[in-house]
């Protein structure tokens, strides 16, 4: 399995950006795939993640209203559309899949694969 983020960047705070995640060697049909982010000196968060079979979509607190998560199966590609970014959004942002769906696929313990990360910073 291969996950493969890009779209980072630097922005200012208001501004937008648009994060893709590009799948590969995936055998599983039932999964979550979602995006986690880093801060310096902070530990991992689950920002936005869904579940494959029924596209239920969770987002953390701190997004909710400002982000957006997509999925587009023909091109294999997971997107999160970040609008109204704050400096405190700023973060390396992971693309992550979770193999075993529970209601828990936000949290960091139960990933199976990670991305190696696309650094998202917002200035002020």
């Known amino acids: 399995v291969q996950l493969v983020e890009s779209g980072g960047g630097l922005v200012q705070a208001g501004g937008s950006l648009r994060l893709s995640c590009v799948v590969s060697?995936?055998?599983?049909?039932?999964?979550?795939i979602g995006w986690f982010r880093q801060a310096p000196g902070e530990e991992r968060e689950g920002v936005s993640s869904?579940?494959?079979?029924?596209?239920?979509?969770y987002y953390g607190d701190s997004v909710k209203g400002r982000f957006t998560l997509s999925k587009d199966n023909a091109k294999n590609t997971v997107y999160l559309q970040m609008n109204s970014l704050k400096p405190e959004d700023t973060a390396i942002y992971y693309c992550?899949?979770?193999?075993?769906?529970?209601?828990?696929?936000?949290?960091?313990?139960?990933?199976?694969?990670w991305g190696r990360g696309t650094q998202v910073t917002v200035s002020s």
């Open positions: 060697g995936f055998p599983f049909d039932d999964y979550a």
């Open positions: 992550a899949v979770t193999t075993i769906v529970t209601d828990s696929i936000m949290s960091v313990d139960f990933v199976d694969y």
């Open positions: 869904i579940k494959s079979r029924t596209g239920t979509i």
